[in-house]
């Protein structure tokens, strides 16, 4: 099917390039998350790989036109392996002066900016903190700088629609779009149609935004703005289905599968925080899979009616951010004691306290780990990527059911957020998560455990003969009675540690990528694989370099083959986004001296900060 | 195979378990243990279909002595933990066992939260008006000015009066009863258990060992008919040892009045738990707040409401109808999807 | 040294922050931070003995836009926090900024705590029937079967009525005001201000970006007069534009009724705040749940009761007294003591 | 003057022993708990060192003659030091079957058993679980039995009183205190004397106990029923007064003496949980001293209530056990951005969840130093002794407000209700804790800091000209302004951190029992002090062996000179009543292989087990 704008005719031949980064930034009212999304799901339809980065205020919407109200999006599409939405952006799209305030600094030199000059009146350059137009001032010089007036081309366009000149002015951010398609030659059509249906009620606007968005195009085209135009060929990517999937919504689709495949109803209790909201909202469109979705009164009714529901031979999952697990945390401590399925996801974000909500940081490893009273321990896994979210919930579930305990699943703002294409699993091929609910009386006792894994026999209300009490007491072994006899008490908590240790034995081997030995192996977990794997792929090699990465998924029990795989290197580096909690874990379980690369800035790595860390441990051994 | 609870006919030995009971000698929960016990067998509802959550407290203990399934949780968190329960599984019969202060202290909010959803759980709080577990420190419940382990000069915050409580935050079953009147007590459990919705029940409890006697000049067998109210729906609202006493209204409150026996009982107000406005019902739980009045005991509201489990099961059941039978295959394909050859 | 703000005659500006103010345009919350920096300093009380706690929320953001002090603390908590506060000194004036979620979902249990232990602060609900900062999912003061984000196919959680919930837990001044109208919402802050105890204010707000018009049924200027029945202490509960309606007392309920002008007026209730007994503010707080009633504003009861903070201090004083003035050294000599020479 | 007792004759000498242990057993009903506190405060007057370990059922009172309600008190009392209350019993009085049969397997072979015969009967045997009565099956054979007729002897004893024999039976136990006065040789006066003030109001029971008391005194001397009696000298202790006090005792006692050295008012928020409710009901005995105790509604409004008394200018403190800490995690993390001072006392308890909440344990330091959310580093004390609750608790106020940080103090179950003789200190000798309010409005900024130590100002409302706002969001360094700037957010974290370390330059640097260096260092904290100390004192030294015993106070920052210390051992051992959580921060942060010892059985270590594991590990080196 050739479409409309295919058929705009072309004038000069497009240059062909491997990867490139755009940043829009505006006003929260601006739309660009929404203009930022449209540029994704184009790029991922033609076949590039891509990753993106979402930035937005802690605030609704701070007033307009303020430093604290920019809101960015930034992302990279490429034709090959893309795994950060890129350190420094090629093209800025600057809505206003406080967008370009705010973002100028992160530009690459040289690189294409265009801003909306319409929108540097002395009123917003003021907000901004602008003493004097940046447009005017030549501190702009070193860019490739195209102002466009975006205001009126925008009112010009949609003169003839009869809308009034506010709603007008909300399409401009179509208009940029238009702009951007013709520069990086992308067809108009897959976000036409999305505009067809998103305003499928409203034809005013579905016209006002087709329009806006296609003058954007022939704008940009007539007026010759841009030397050249590019191609970033489609990425070799495996044959399949693809879509884009961000990490919150792979992580919830990871848990109804989870759900499906057990044979079990999604119980989720939940309360609302910034960034994990969003599982929430997703799990309760679930409703035709039987996923009940609790929005409970605060986060310890949320996890306790997860655990209850557990107990009822529901899966019981929680999610939450840092601040909502310090609270479940007496409730996760029930839970290993009455050894039942739980699932606690932390969405996590920066802190401490309220900390810095919208950020993102990998900070709650401890409180994971160790942040309950007394000896607790509970499985953690952390998911690598946005797609990753997927198949990470999934195997916290599996774990949760497998071994009867709760287990901690780790991601972050960053992961939540972003997103990535992500080549549709056939969930058939996934194990399936085998669950039998005890039945028969006979011999049946609540504390008996199977003996390869240790768990204990789930037995639900409502089975006939089963009847008994569980609880937070110290429970004698086998029958579960309350005990409080010394002996018994130590062999239950080395019982419930020894169960949680066996689960290494149901998770794979860690794998490296890169050298399988030599001078360096870089220990990541969580969201900076993009980084790291991008550092790994970017990174000049120097003569004779071995430089591995193992990507640590399983952060409690880790995986069996770890303490060899740390020794085949002669160094140890462990990039965090917080002050060097794997690190910790790594130097008391094998004393190995390794060291911290450690930033704690609400935002991720970039690829170049890993690469300066790597040369600088590598040049330091040469030295 | 054991022959299951449900296909005998049981009686209260069924709902014994074989923990040995440990509580002190002489404290008001034996009671309250024994009542459940012998109301349970009468609900017509197989015995593995019975939960009983609790939090922490020397009440708190009563899950272990029910043959029931049973869940001694955290402390205040009975209520959450009972809902998990409730909405995995609406077709349990789910109790929970609170004390005053797992109740209205520590689990102040999940109380109030569960009795304004409405969700089908019935909560019996053993309001002794002291922490016993913890050995004697005041309570919400504990009348101002109390000494107490951590009160030596008497504490000072006023008690809430948890009949009114529960009726601010919407609840649609809400009773008081008393832990020695087992007729009276067995009666409230069985309303509570054919109500379709939170029911509340606060039962008076002796700790004779922190706070003997707490409700003596309520309940002591020598006083007890002239200065306990029982409610009775549709009945006058009338007591005393002759019922020579009832309830008009006053002014603008309500007043005690003698009666003569010439047929005044007619002018009595009448009680009614079935209606809509929970202020009656209001009025009537502040009214023994007053030493001149006489406590009412019984059912305060009683009025029918979806409950929310249902209401919950509902909504799976119609998105479900409108949505067709679900494939995760698909939902993982929904969205804008594109193909890589 | 500067000058005190005690010391000059303050004005709105005086309470001003140096922050720049981020809620939405729009927002009700603009109005109620012009509201409280108009009587502020109308309260004769010197600038440095505010105090101004908040949870998190929209509405918590309140503390950074008064020149006070603030405390901006973690949600829910804002009672507890204040109560340390005013305990710790009992000269401040200590106000809450909270929202509906806030108050009382999370936060309900301190909240009725705060309200039965009758300690003197001022608590402002912003209640805009919605989760406002995390962008639009219900609350418990949403209307039943509200989508929202995180129940798209209709929320199934009964409401709590704010002023029922507050009196249940043994409130002493409750009240009901409005953004948008200045003079009634200074008027109730006055009166708040000027009640020794705890205040319990339930504001209703606009929330423009996820719950845009929720009150507009009450308060839209078109039908406010006809739709709010404002609550004056003593005076007959009267209104409509030509206060042609009123309320009766009708055979149990409270009924509304169209005045001939013939002198009915005489016939109708007339508020009465300052009753001991909490039945009647407790029938007014429902009143409005019926959507042909209209919805009554004001202060539903006010009454004087020794306040927590006051009684404390009290009490420190009269063991003080009682016991003379203490030495550490002495008190660790206390008991059986021995001397090894 | 020459009292009644001294005065009753004794016909034969008594023989001189160096330390002894008593344990106390019987039904909770029993009055064991007031008996063994007797003979404590009875020996501590005598002037022996001593050490105590109380040991109560969870329940109330169960049911009489049950196992479950068997409670104890156990006290070693001695000539020379004392720190423990020793491994295994001398002398076991057993006042009913279920008490013999609980405690008879601690007592030493050989020891000295007495039973009250009269509670043998064929019920409580049976509810004790014999078969057939121990008496009479030779299984006592192994003990010096004395079979008494407490009830009986007395019932006779009492026959005049006219008190009913219920009441006359709640007095066994003074008649079996009055027995051990005999056999070691105590006078009866100190008893006496607590006897006639407690029962001041009722002479009817000061008649009936002096009785008992006197009876079971001349029972004894006249039965001839021991073979010998005994006198332990007193103990070459320090001169000075003294007193018995146990650790919630000494840690009330410390908080109240930082308020008054601070000319802070102490502001408690608390919410009942064993074991630590006792340090709430002792201060809120101090009215008089302006301390407030404020009973809060749960753990989360008491730690709130403390934090906002310490915004308000007071010294918010806050007591609890770890399933509490659990629910004030979230708002300990907000007091580390607030910056203001805050002690948060953990009398640790069993767990996890319940647990065996009136057991002791020692396994809530991960908990106290990383169970929070993202980066809240804040400083970890620890009491060793009973007595040192109180310097420790002294030292906690001292440092929250010097460092403007909250602050953990970690106690236990076995310190909280043990008791040792304590020399009473003189508060004035103490380092008065510094105070300066903020006054000056020119130049204040709330998050300005002090640059030595790092703290920001302390501004109290009420000070004119302070006005400012405080919370949970990141914070712009100096303002204090809410801020979301990448860069500042790193150097907050950073000076948060560093501000906790360098409160390493105002503790003292780590001492070192033992020798200085050498094979092994045996590294403890908190309650274990007293068994690690006495393993120390009575191990038999092997040709050669160097050993030292450093115990840790200060868990985090640790002593600055802790690392050299480690460095002069060749071995480290690390005995901890949990599963090694010194052991992994000190593996973690030195990269020292030290092994840990590790029991958790609800109580505390024998010396006879650090003995143990000494020479295993000694042994294992030579062999
Ligand atoms: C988180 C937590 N805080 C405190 C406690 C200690 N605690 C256990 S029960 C209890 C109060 C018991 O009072 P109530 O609920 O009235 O029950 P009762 O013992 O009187 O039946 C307290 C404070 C606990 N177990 N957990
Ligand atoms: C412990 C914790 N849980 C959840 C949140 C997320 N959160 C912040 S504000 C809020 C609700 C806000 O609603 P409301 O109190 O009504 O205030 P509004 O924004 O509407 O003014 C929630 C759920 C949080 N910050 N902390
Ligand atoms: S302490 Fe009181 S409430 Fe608890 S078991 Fe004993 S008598 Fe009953
Ligand atoms: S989201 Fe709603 S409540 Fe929050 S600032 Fe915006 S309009 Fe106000
Ligand atoms: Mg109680
Ligand atoms: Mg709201």
């Not at chain 1, 305003?199 to 968005?213: D, G, I, V, W």
């Not at chain 1, 930033?599 to 441990?617: H, L, M, V, W, Y």
């Not at chain 2, 606060?202 to 029982?230: H, S, Y």
């Amino acid at each position: 099917m050739e479409t409309d704008t295919q058929k705009m005719k072309r004038t000069r031949p497009a240059e062909t390039v491997e990867h490139v980064t755009i940043r829009f930034a505006g006003d929260s009212g601006d739309g660009m998350q929404l203009t930022g999304n449209q540029f994704t799901s184009t790029a991922a339809a033609f076949g590039n790989d891509l990753a993106t980065l979402p930035d937005f205020p802690a605030e609704i919407r701070a007033p307009a036109g303020t430093l604290p109200g920019v809101s960015g999006f930034q992302v990279q599409f490429a034709a090959s392996d893309v795994s950060t939405p890129g350190d420094t952006p090629d093209v800025l799209v600057a809505m206003n002066p406080a967008a370009l305030k705010v973002n100028l600094e992160d530009l690459k030199p040289g690189g294409v900016l265009i801003v909306n000059t319409n929108s540097f009146t002395p009123k917003d350059l003021k907000k901004a903190g602008y003493e004097e137009s940046p447009l005017e001032d030549h501190s702009l010089d070193g860019y490739r700088l195209h102002p466009v007036e975006l205001t009126r081309l925008t009112r010009a366009a949609l003169e003839q629609t009869g809308l009034d000149t506010r709603t007008i002015d909300r399409c401009k951010n179509f208009f940029a779009l238009g702009m951007m398609y013709w520069l990086y030659s992308r067809p108009l059509d897959n976000s036409l149609r999305w505009i067809e249906q998103k305003f499928a009620k409203q034809p005013a606007l579905l016209e006002a935004n087709s329009l806006a968005l296609r003058a954007g195009y022939g704008y940009a085209e007539a007026a010759e703005l841009f030397e050249v135009n590019y191609v970033v060929p489609p990425a070799k990517l495996d044959p399949g289905q693809y879509r884009n999937v961000s990490g919150n919504t792979a992580l919830a689709l990871g848990l109804v599968a989870a759900g499906q495949r057990s044979g079990l109803r999604l119980f989720l209790g939940s309360y609302p925080i910034t960034p994990a909201s969003d599982v929430l909202h997703e799990l309760s469109g679930y409703k035709h899979f039987g996923v009940i979705t609790f929005q409970a009164e605060d986060e310890i009714a949320a996890v306790g009616a997860a655990l209850g529901a557990s107990f009822a031979g529901n899966l019981g999952v929680t999610t939450t951010s840092g601040p909502g697990v310090a609270l479940k945390t007496e409730t996760i401590g029930l839970a290993t004691m009455a050894e039942l399925p739980l699932v606690i996801c932390n969405i996590q974000r920066g802190g401490p306290s309220t900390g810095l909500p919208t950020k993102t940081e990998q900070a709650d490893l401890f409180q994971a780990l160790f942040g309950r009273n007394s000896e607790a321990p509970v499985p953690v896994l952390a998911a690598a990527t946005p797609s990753d979210c997927f198949r990470m919930a999934y195997e916290a579930c599996r774990i949760a059911v497998h071994a009867m305990t709760p287990v901690f699943l780790l991601s972050d703002g960053y992961l939540a957020n972003g997103a990535e294409p992500w080549k549709i699993p056939e969930v058939d091929r996934y194990p399936p998560i085998e669950v039998s609910f005890r039945k028969e009386p006979e011999g049946f006792l609540p504390y008996l455990r199977e003996p390869e894994t240790l768990s204990r026999p789930w037995a639900v209300p409502g089975t006939s003969g089963l009847e008994h009490r569980i609880g937070g007491l110290e429970k004698e072994e086998r029958s579960g009675n309350v005990s409080y006899d010394p002996g018994n008490h130590e062999r239950m908590v080395r019982l419930r540690a020894e169960k949680i240790d066996r689960i290494a034995a149901s998770i794979p081997d860690q794998e490296i990528e890169g050298d399988q030995e030599g001078d360096l192996l870089v220990v990541g977990w969580g969201s900076t694989y993009g980084a790291i794997h991008a550092a790994m792929a970017h990174r000049k090699r120097r003569e004779g370099d071995r430089i591995g990465h193992a990507h640590l998924r399983y952060l409690h029990p880790l995986p069996r083959n770890l303490e060899d795989v740390l020794k085949r290197y002669r160094r140890i580096l462990v990039p965090e986004l917080n002050m060097g909690q794997l690190l910790w874990v790594l130097r008391a379980r094998y004393l190995v001296d390794a060291i911290g690369l450690n930033k704690i800035q609400g935002r991720p790595f970039t690829e170049n900060e890993i690469i300066a860390k790597i040369d600088e441990i590598l040049e330091g051994d040469a030295s | 195979m054991s022959t299951a609870a449900s296909e005998r006919g049981m009686t209260k030995k069924d709902f014994q378990s074989d923990q040995e009971v440990r509580w002190c000698p002489g404290c008001g929960d034996y009671a309250i243990l024994n009542a459940v016990q012998q109301v349970f067998p009468q609900l017509g509802i197989p015995r593995e279909r019975f939960v009983i959550v609790s939090g922490i407290g020397c009440s708190s203990r009563f899950p272990y002595y029910m043959n029931t399934f049973g869940f001694h949780t955290i402390h205040g968190r009975a209520p959450a933990v009972a809902t998990g329960i409730k909405l995995a599984n609406p077709d349990l019969s789910v109790w929970i066992a609170t004390g005053d202060g797992d109740a209205l202290s520590i689990g102040g909010n999940h109380l109030i939260h569960a009795l304004r959803r409405n969700i089908d759980i019935k909560i019996l709080m053993f309001n002794n008006r002291i922490y016993g577990l913890t050995k004697g420190q005041y309570s919400p419940t504990s009348e101002q000015f109390k000494k107490t382990k951590s009160t030596p000069f008497g504490s000072l915050d006023r008690p809430f009066e948890p009949i009114s409580l529960a009726l601010g935050a919407g609840a649609t079953f809400v009773a008081r009863s008393v832990d020695v009147i087992g007729p009276h007590l067995r009666e409230v459990l069985k309303r509570a258990a054919a109500h379709r919705g939170s029911a509340f029940i606060e039962i008076f409890q002796n700790c004779n060992i922190f706070n003997d006697g707490a409700f003596d000049t309520w309940v002591d067998r020598k006083v007890r008919d002239d200065r306990l109210l029982p409610l009775e729906h549709g009945e006058p609202l009338q007591y005393g040892k002759e019922r020579k006493f009832g309830i008009v209204r006053g002014d603008c409150e309500l007043d005690v009045v003698e009666l003569d026996g010439d047929g005044d009982e007619k002018n009595l107000l009448r009680h009614d738990a079935k209606r809509e406005d929970p202020a009656f019902a209001f009025e009537l739980a502040h009214f023994g707040e007053d030493p001149t009045h006489p406590m009412p005991i019984g059912i305060f509201r009683d009025v029918e409401y979806p409950s929310f489990d249902g209401l919950v099961h509902r909504q799976l059941d119609e998105v479900r109808a409108a949505k067709g039978e679900p494939s995760i295959q698909k939902a993982l394909s929904a969205g804008e999807i594109w193909q890589v050859s």
